[in-house]
């Protein structure tokens, strides 16, 4: 297919964006069309970039990847002869904003320490590149608002590494919630929760790189089954935390419960931690019931409800989430988890801490609609 055919054959969707018609033809942020793939540049090869999403990229349809930002060359040689990664798409934190200059690279993906989302997200907004932020989108409301706003300026696309948002089972429970399979959601509970034993040193304990413990790290899987869950934003929150391991947990939250409530009495309650094992949503309705177990891990998932058990094939939720990003990209299809989905989070988070500095008060929630909470 050549240029002149290939612009024949785009139509204009609703929301503007251009409909390819074809996998293999990519709309670059600058507008340009090449033949290839959008190309995705993961920013820190930590465990999840080595282990999850670089091997879900190479099963992915829409999106490849195109290079790699990282602050160690030894990892940089490992990945350039892995992933046959060509030395021209190869960044390091101080020379990452040569990147704007690489047509190779379509997305940026930001998975580093909590602290540190906010100030790559911006940079490559500022570079003219699309944005996936890791969950947690940062570590407060103010860095999110500055992520947002720098990718609107940009005039490029945010999301979220939030890979259940593309997971069927948890698509199936959005489902089930929208057309009211078992009437009305009455109550909603979800945890999300590992022992964590390892270096006392490790980023994910120290507040200053986390932002915060467990409700950082998994506390925001299980507010977001919560919403999901009961297809609303909350309207209150009042929390707890504890501790049996002081020692260990000197800079971070190692247990937090809470308790949400919903427009028109629905109540949920969560709990996360870095000290015990928990991985379930239930949801109770006027009609019947669902449940997930396992709910948040990489898969398969484990689902049943009050008439069955809900089965899907496995497949990776990685490659699912960045399909779907990609494909958001190119053919304006909903994008599944959008910085707003990401700030809202944050809104939560930060009321949760405060109704623990408070004593467990009930603090309100003024959210708005909206951010695909049951989107298909
Ligand atoms: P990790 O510790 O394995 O990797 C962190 C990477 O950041 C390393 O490559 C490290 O070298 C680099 N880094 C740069 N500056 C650093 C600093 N000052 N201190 C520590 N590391 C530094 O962590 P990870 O598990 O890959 O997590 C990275 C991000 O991905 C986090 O935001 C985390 O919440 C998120 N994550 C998401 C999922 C998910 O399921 N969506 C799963 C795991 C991690």
């Not at 040689?77 to 992933?83: D, I, L, S, V």
Request: aromatic share 8%; charged share 20%.
């Amino acid at each position: 297919m050549d240029r002149r055919n290939f612009t024949g054959k785009m139509a204009l969707g609703a929301s503007g964006a251009l409909m390819a018609p074809h996998l293999s033809w990519a709309c670059a942020p600058n507008g340009n069309t090449a033949q290839r793939k959008l190309g995705v540049a993961l920013v820190g090869l930590g465990s999840y970039s080595t282990y999850q999403l670089a091997p879900a990229l190479e099963q992915t349809q829409w999106c490849r990847l195109a290079g790699i930002v990282t602050g160690t060359p030894s990892k940089a040689a490992k990945w350039r002869e892995q992933y046959g990664i060509d030395p021209s798409h190869i960044y390091n934190y101080e020379n990452f904003d040569a990147i704007a200059q690489d047509d190779s690279i379509d997305i940026v993906y930001v998975v580093l320490p909590n602290s540190m989302h906010a100030e790559f997200a911006i940079r490559a907004a500022k570079a003219g590149k699309h944005v996936i932020c890791e969950k947690p989108m940062a570590v407060s409301v103010a860095e999110c608002d500055a992520i947002i706003a720098a990718c609107e300026t940009a005039g490029v696309k945010l999301s979220v590494g939030y890979r259940l948002q593309s997971e069927p089972y948890t698509r199936e429970i959005k489902r089930l919630v929208r057309e009211k399979t078992f009437g009305d959601v009455l109550f909603i509970s979800a945890d999300a929760a590992y022992v964590s034993r390892g270096n006392p040193d490790q980023w994910r304990l120290n507040r200053e790189l986390s932002g915060g413990g467990a409700l950082l790290n998994m506390g925001v899987y299980s507010i977001q089954s919560c919403i999901y869950s009961c297809g609303k934003n909350p309207i209150g929150v009042s929390a707890q935390e504890f501790s049996t391991r002081p020692e260990y947990f000197k800079d971070t939250d190692e247990t937090i419960t809470a308790q949400f409530t919903f427009p028109g009495g629905v109540v949920g309650q969560m709990m996360t931690s870095h000290n015990a094992n928990a991985n379930r949503l239930y949801g109770s309705c006027t009609s019947g019931w669902f449940e997930l177990q396992p709910a948040n891990n990489y898969g398969p998932l484990s689902g049943r409800t009050s008439e069955g058990p809900i089965e899907f094939p496995h497949e990776s939720q990685q490659k699912l989430q960045m399909d779907d990003f990609a494909r958001h990209i190119l053919e304006g299809t909903p994008n599944r988890a959008p910085g707003e989905m990401g700030r809202r989070d944050m809104v939560i988070v930060e009321a949760i801490y405060r109704s623990i500095r408070e004593g467990g008060r009930q603090i309100a929630l003024d959210l708005p609609e909206g951010y695909g909470i049951l989107q298909e």
